[in-house]
Each structure stands twice: as structure tokens, then as C-alpha cells.
């Protein structure tokens, strides 16, 4: 579904939630790589080679990009879940409006919205919080102490590599539960009427 912006001339368009899931996985991958590990800290004399990119600029800015890159791609790989699953169930046209403002929804925050209201939507055990209290807990905790910093003018600082691997894991937890009520693989090969 593409948008215009004739102010500013661009066209927007979806990202395939597909390529998200992609590079969450090659980053992922990357941060138990040691070698790609022991490339941070060596200051703007060494350039980083990420699986995407090389990056000449200070390490705090480059794990801010990749831990908001993550971010983006996991609200934006829920609500594609959310619309997938909703349009095999045929109940897509009355919920629509609500994916494209999940704030709608009624809940305080980001979090109440996304995780738990907009996946029920689909059906209440999806909810994180059906799904488990405690990582609905600790996505609370994220939010408020990690993603919300991060896009509202705060960058990592300190050069925390290690740290970025934790919140990759915990980002890994939330795409178990993603999986527990979406199958991607449904999406590349649906089932036959």
C-alpha cells in the first residue's frame, strides 16, 4: 500500500515484513560472531562491516542504528502478522482502521496497544499478556527503559555491543511469540482450498 508525500516528493511504500525478519536474523547472527564483535571499540581508524553495510562513523551510533532498525522491524513485523491473520480469518475490513492506528485500540501505551490489544484482535490467546506475563512484563520494561529513549533522542553510549546482544535476545523472545500464533512459511505457501 504505497503513500505519497507531495510535499516532500517521496513515495512510501511497505516493507516486506519478510526482509525484517531477514535482517533481524543476519544481525542476530552477527552479534554471536566474535569476529564481528572485535571490530567495535577500535575508534573512527577501522571501519565496521556489518552484514548490510560499512560503517565508518563512532560505534555508539552504529549499535543505535541497528537496535532501532530491530525495533522498527518487530512493530512493523507484528502488525503485518496482525493484517496476515486477520485477512485469512476474513475479518480484516472491519479491523483495518485499527492496524493503521493501533492507538485506537484504547489501551495506555505502546505496548498495551500492540502487544496485547492488536494481536487479540485476531483472537485473545494471542494477546502477549495470554501469552506470557512475564515477557509482557519485560517488553514493558523495554519499552520504557530501552525503545522509547532510543527514538526520542537518546543513542546508546558506551560502545555496548554485548549489551545490543542482550536486547537481541529478548527481541528473539517476542518473535517466538510472534511464531506461536503466526506461520510466515503460510504467506509463501498458503493452503489450497
Do not use: C
Request: proline letters at 4%.
Amino acid at each position: 500500500m504505497q503513500k505519497r508525500s507531495e510535499a516532500f516528493g517521496l513515495t512510501l511504500d511497505n516493507i516486506p515484513i519478510i526482509n525484517l525478519r531477514n535482517e533481524f536474523a543476519r544481525y542476530y547472527n552477527a552479534l554471536k560472531d566474535d569476529r564481528f564483535l572485535s571490530q567495535f571499540g577500535g575508534g573512527l581508524d577501522r571501519p565496521i562491516k556489518t552484514p548490510y553495510m560499512i560503517w565508518y562513523g563512532m560505534d555508539d551510533d552504529l549499535i543505535t542504528i541497528i537496535l532501532q532498525r530491530a525495533i522498527l522491524g518487530i512493530e512493523s513485523y507484528l502488525s503485518g502478522a496482525v493484517y496476515f491473520e486477520l485477512g485469512m480469518k476474513s475479518q480484516l475490513k472491519n479491523n483495518i482502521h485499527l492496524l493503521k492506528n493501533p492507538f485506537d485500540l484504547g489501551g495506555r501505551g505502546t505496548v498495551e496497544n500492540f502487544y496485547h490489544r492488536l494481536p487479540a484482535l485476531v483472537d485473545e490467546k494471542n494477546s502477549l499478556k495470554s501469552f506470557s506475563q512475564d515477557l509482557f512484563q519485560k517488553t514493558v520494561l523495554f519499552y520504557k527503559e530501552v525503545r522509547n529513549p532510543v527514538f526520542h533522542g537518546h543513542n546508546i553510549s558506551g560502545g555496548n555491543i554485548r549489551g545490543l546482544r542482550r536486547v537481541f535476545d529478548f527481541l528473539a523472545e517476542v518473535y517466538a511469540w510472534i511464531d506461536s500464533w503466526h506461520n510466515l512459511s503460510e504467506i509463501f505457501s498458503p493452503k489450497k482450498p
